[in-house]
């Protein structure tokens, strides 16, 4: 069973950081895309960065200016999501997800498994 679970989200202020970890399970962790997505209030669930392999490099959607960083440690099976210089509109609950495919991997409709999802929250 495929089991993801995200930590690390919270209240911080704008121009703060906060990393997010999703720590994955029940699937072959190096084999599946992993993406983080967030949520607004209202809003449809939005892709951030995805990697398609362990060893693949992340994409990132546009608009996300640099300010964040995704990455993988096979070690003990977690992704990572940096974020910096955060702002109000950055607001939303965060998720993972895990899916074995081969492209596409910011489109949220090509998944299946979620986690339960962080708040992160940043005030003005």
């Known amino acids: 069973e495929v089991q993801l679970v995200e930590s690390g989200g919270g209240l911080v202020q704008a121009g703060g950081s906060l990393r997010l970890a999703c720590a994955a399970s029940?699937?072959?962790?190096?084999?599946?895309?992993i993406g983080w997505f967030r949520q607004a209030p209202g809003g449809e669930r939005v892709g951030i960065s995805c990697?398609?392999?362990?060893?693949?490099?992340?994409y990132y959607a546009a608009g996300t200016g640099g300010r964040f960083l995704m990455s993988r440690d096979r070690a003990i099976n977690t992704v990572y999501l940096q974020m910096n210089n955060l702002k109000p509109e950055d607001t939303a609950v965060y998720y993972c997800?895990?899916?074995?495919?081969?492209?596409?991997?910011?489109?949220?409709?090509?998944?299946?498994?979620w986690g339960q999802g962080t708040q992160v929250t940043v005030s003005s």
């Open positions: 997800a895990a899916e074995r495919i081969e492209s596409g991997c910011l489109r949220a409709f090509e998944y299946d498994n």
């Open positions: 029940g699937f072959p962790f190096d084999d599946y895309a």
């Open positions: 990697t398609l392999r362990s060893d693949s490099k992340p």
